[in-house]
């Protein structure tokens, strides 16, 4: 069976740091990625790595943002630094098989989601 888990949420001061992870079971995922959906916005994906080990990142958290992954784990990490209030968002872990999950036109694309945790960043 397919899951995948998040956990690493909570609230942060601006400036301060916090590491999401998502541990997947049921398949190796040759692209994985983060998504974000902050109060009032569409879901965005925030960063991709494939299993090539190439990454993406949204242009607003270049910098700070570092995604990586343990694959003797299966573990899918977001390293998150110098975080600002407007990174105060729902998180979402995705993973598919065949391409690297994406959004377009208001609607986010992969076969597997988890449920999310929430990142709160107060000023």
């Known amino acids: 069976q397919v899951q995948l888990v998040e956990s690493g949420g909570g609230s942060v001061q601006a400036g301060g740091s916090l590491r999401l992870s998502c541990a997947a079971s049921?398949?190796?995922?040759?692209?994985m990625g983060w998504f974000r959906r902050a109060p009032g916005k569409q879901r965005e994906r925030v960063s991709s790595?494939?299993?090539?080990?190439?990454?993406s990142y949204v242009d607003s958290v270049k910098g700070r943002f570092t995604i990586s992954k343990d694959n003797a784990k299966n573990t899918l990490y977001l390293q998150m630094n110098s975080l600002k209030p407007e990174d105060t968002a729902v998180y979402y872990c995705?993973?598919?098989?065949?391409?690297?999950?994406?959004?377009?036109?208001?609607?986010?694309?992969?076969?597997?989601w988890g449920q999310g945790t929430q990142v709160t960043v107060s000023s």
């Open positions: 049921g398949h190796t995922y040759s692209y």
């Open positions: 790595i494939s299993t090539d080990g190439s990454t």
């Open positions: 995705a993973a598919d098989r065949t391409f690297a999950p994406y959004c377009r036109g208001g609607h986010c694309f992969g076969s597997y």
